[in-house]
């Protein structure tokens, strides 16, 4: 991967940080910079792994499985991808049954409503 895909990527990992952060409450912190997958791209996000993608050409697929390897290996939640374009909004994409094993303990405990 080039220097400029590694700092997008690093910016990527810090923008999110923040808005889950700041803009959420939660105590989200980014790993090191170029740690090559020795720690989490995110965590403080209670039983999510993130895996943070911010390219133009995005393998939803490999993504996925990267965050499910990931997920198993740090053991810090279901896994997640978190990923967004230029010019376009974050978006989240996870397992169906991972979402619902989310979804259902939220609504359980009241915390979403449909």
């Excluded at 810090?14 to 912190?29: Q, T």
């Excluded at 230029?86 to 359980?108: A, F, I, P, Q």
Aim: proline share 4%; aromatic share 8%; net charge negative.
């Amino acid at each position: 991967m080039g220097g400029k895909s590694q700092r997008k990527g690093r910016n990527g990992e810090l923008e999110l940080s923040r808005i889950l952060s700041d803009e959420y409450g939660y105590d989200v912190h980014p790993g090191r910079a170029m740690s090559y997958g020795a720690e989490p791209d995110l965590t403080g996000l209670p039983g999510v792994h993130i895996e943070c993608k911010r390219v133009e050409r995005l393998d939803l697929t490999a993504a996925l499985e990267q965050a499910e390897r990931d997920s198993e290996r740090f053991q810090d939640g279901l896994p997640a991808v978190f990923h967004r374009r230029s010019w376009e909004g974050w978006r989240v994409t996870m397992n169906l049954r991972d979402w619902l094993e989310l979804y259902g303990n939220s609504h359980k405990n009241g915390g979403v409503t449909p």
